[in-house]
């Protein structure tokens, strides 16, 4: 049973480019969650979302940032425009139930 | 506005010894709480959680302790190995057990075991 699954690991994006995370739960789990975590900081919860629906979004910047899980399909979080202050390591996780989750390996994003 | 803080950046510890990691919280609709290991390029690691029904939870060489009162928990680790050089991070949830599981983050606590 794979772990969750995130990729890429490394993103490159100039500024004002749009950045796409992806992020493939594990088997059986209908739970996501998104967390940043800056430099030198712990990791921020960004965006829970169960299939087809966004349940919290309340840690989600109010522009540029967007996240979904469909159907069918990974979740991604979207982020459109990107400035160097988006430059972060973005962790999903998921879960088959509300409390005790599994990380994913991270996307780390770099905007230059 | 810190919810969950872990006041010591680093902590080196020599092989064998215990450790002690700390961490307070200010929130006092927390009532569950998660010690999470990282290493560097990869997810967090769940290690151990305490419901604030209890202040002990162990397993194995892993010990979290909980003052409410305080609003301050630690993590021990005894013996301390090399293997647990990592960051560790607390972590605080509403509701526990039967909230959606957002967890709220201290900043980490770089830990180095040394031979």
């Known amino acids: 049973n794979a772990g969750v699954m995130q990729n890429p690991r490394h993103l490159v994006r100039r500024r004002g480019q749009e950045a796409r995370l992806r992020c493939s739960p594990m088997?059986?789990?209908?739970?996501v969650y998104w967390y940043r975590q800056l430099p030198e900081e712990g990791l921020k919860f960004m965006v829970y979302?169960?299939?087809?629906?966004?349940?919290?979004e309340s840690g989600m910047p109010k522009e540029r940032f967007s996240a979904e899980f469909p159907k069918e399909g990974p979740s991604i979080l979207r982020i459109q425009q990107v400035v160097r202050g988006d430059s972060a390591a973005y962790f999903c996780?998921?879960?088959?139930?509300?409390?005790?989750?599994?990380f994913g390996s991270g996307t780390r994003l770099t905007v230059v | 506005d810190q919810q969950v803080k872990q006041n010591s950046p680093s902590l080196s510890v020599q092989e064998g010894r215990i450790s002690i990691l700390n961490c307070d919280y200010t929130?006092?609709?927390?009532?569950?709480f998660l010690w999470y290991k990282k290493y560097p390029a990869e997810g967090p690691t769940f290690l151990i959680s305490?419901?604030?029904?209890?202040d002990k939870n162990e397993d194995g060489r892993f010990t979290v302790f909980l003052n409410k009162s305080a609003k301050h928990l630690s993590l021990h680790i005894v013996p301390s190995q090399p293997g647990d050089s990592a960051v560790y991070f607390c972590?605080?949830?509403?509701?526990?057990?039967?909230?959606?599981?957002?967890?709220?983050f201290g900043q980490g606590t770089i830990l180095t075991v040394h031979p």
């Open positions: 972590a605080a949830s509403e509701d526990g057990g039967t909230s959606y599981g957002k967890l709220t």
């Open positions: 088997k059986g789990h209908s739970h």
């Open positions: 929130n006092s609709m927390f009532d569950y």
């Open positions: 996780a998921s879960s088959p139930r509300l409390v005790g989750y599994t």
């Open positions: 979302l169960q299939k087809e629906n966004i349940i919290d």
């Open positions: 305490i419901s604030s029904i209890k």
